[in-house]
């Protein structure tokens, strides 16, 4: 069974935004945000460095992969094996709720296509 699941920064703060990605078993994390950044003192954790930070294993699996081909990132043609089947993607944004951003209209789009049961708002 795959779910499309949504979250967004406001609202929420560092232990308990991760908490709920990781509760979900989300498997890929996908940044639809225009700007990388989140304005104010509430919300460091979600400017783009420290995401990344945060995420580091997804790049980490892709990197090496990289490295078993031999292949620079301008060159790669596919993903690695690891990134290819995953069931249960998050689209990030900033906004609360999914029905204010555009976040909503991709995830349904990305579930027709992955022929997902469902598409879940995380609430952190």
Do not use: W
């Not at 499309?4 to 498997?27: L, N, P």
């Not at 995420?55 to 993903?79: G, N, P, V």
């Amino acid at each position: 069974m795959t779910i499309v699941y949504t979250i967004g920064v406001y609202g929420s703060d560092k232990e308990r935004f991760f908490a709920a990605i990781t509760s979900a078993g989300i498997d890929i994390f996908l940044d639809v945000r225009r700007r990388r950044g989140v304005r104010g003192p509430l919300y460091p954790f979600a400017n783009a460095k420290r995401l990344t930070a945060e995420l580091h294993a997804t790049r980490a699996i892709q990197y090496a992969a990289d490295d078993r081909a031999k292949e620079r990132k301008s060159e790669r043609r596919q993903l690695a094996r690891e990134l290819k089947d995953f069931r249960a993607p998050v689209l990030c944004c900033v906004e609360r709720y999914p029905q204010g951003c555009h976040r909503g209209l991709a995830a349904r789009l990305l579930a027709a296509a992955m022929n997902a049961t469902e598409v879940v708002q995380l609430f952190p």
